[in-house]
Antibody, heavy 122, light 107 residues
Framework: QVQLQESGPGLVKPSETLTLTCTVSGGSITRYVWNWIRQSPGKGLEWIGYIYHRETINYNFDFRSRVTISADTSRNQFSLKLTSVTAADTAIYYC????????????????WGRGTLVTVSS | DIPLTQSPSTLSASVGDRVTITCRASQSISNWLAWYQQKPGKAPKLLIYKASNLESGVSSRFSGSGSETEFTLTINSLQPDDFATYYCQHYNSYPWTFGQGTKVEIK
């Protein structure tokens, strides 16, 4: 059974960089698509971007100028960096898997982490 | 972006009821639509993918239908565990987007 766990600071100051890591167990991140999604009361659920087979990366263009997703296959982890954060980036951040390697165009989310709350405040 | 609009936003129902939630896309998304259930403090849980395919392990009381721009999630014989918020999500073209959610409450 695939399990995902987000980790990172729960509090980030405005204008700084938010960095989160998702550790995956029960499966290799060299397969499937690995996503970051966030949820806030104001904007609901938002897909941020994904990394696929370590090198194919797609971002939601709403975040494109500020976001970087990368993978460390030796640790079976992938990461999110979001720069120049503001209070609007306060949200629960989830990592999630899309089973793209099992099905054609399978960009839904079948396994999720429990989520981590990140608050942007000075 | 392809916005998704869910209706209703809130739905009051009783145990044993059949409930239907609608998700409308602003343009055709073929059948690239998923449905999720979310309970307070938990991550969303996948129920349906590709509009009508039931995820493994999900109760057959859940079913999905629709194509192009209009989709429905139906819950037959509502159970106490089904009171939650439900979201649709499309994956037709970037960026993937979610509906705003439908909260199913106890009447």
């Amino acid at each position: 059974q695939v399990q995902l766990q987000e980790s990172g600071p729960g509090l980030v100051k405005p204008s700084e960089t938010l960095t989160l890591t998702c550790t995956v167990s029960g499966g290799s991140i060299t397969r499937y698509v690995w996503n970051w999604i966030r949820q806030s009361p104001g904007k609901g659920l938002e897909w941020i971007g994904y990394i696929y087979h370590r090198e194919t990366i797609n971002y939601n263009f709403d975040f494109r100028s500020r976001v970087t997703i990368s993978a460390d296959t030796s640790r079976n982890q992938f990461s999110l960096k979001l720069t120049s954060v503001t209070a609007a980036d306060t949200a629960i951040y989830y990592c999630a898997r899309s089973p793209r390697d099992q099905q054609e165009w399978a960009y839904f989310f079948d396994f999720w982490g429990r989520g981590t709350l990140v608050t942007v405040s000075s | 972006d392809i916005p998704l609009t869910q209706s209703p936003s809130t739905l009051s129902a009783s145990v044993g009821d059949r409930v239907t939630i609608t998700c409308r896309a602003s343009q055709s998304i073929s059948n690239w639509l998923a449905w999720y259930q979310q309970k307070p403090g938990k991550a969303p849980k996948l129920l349906i993918y590709k509009a009508s395919n039931l995820e493994s392990g999900v109760s057959s009381r859940f079913s999905g239908s629709g194509s192009e721009t209009e989709f429905t999630l139906t819950i037959n014989s509502l159970q106490p565990d089904d009171f939650a918020t439900y979201y649709c999500q499309h994956y037709n073209s970037y960026p993937w987007t979610f509906g705003q959610g439908t909260k199913v409450e106890i009447k």
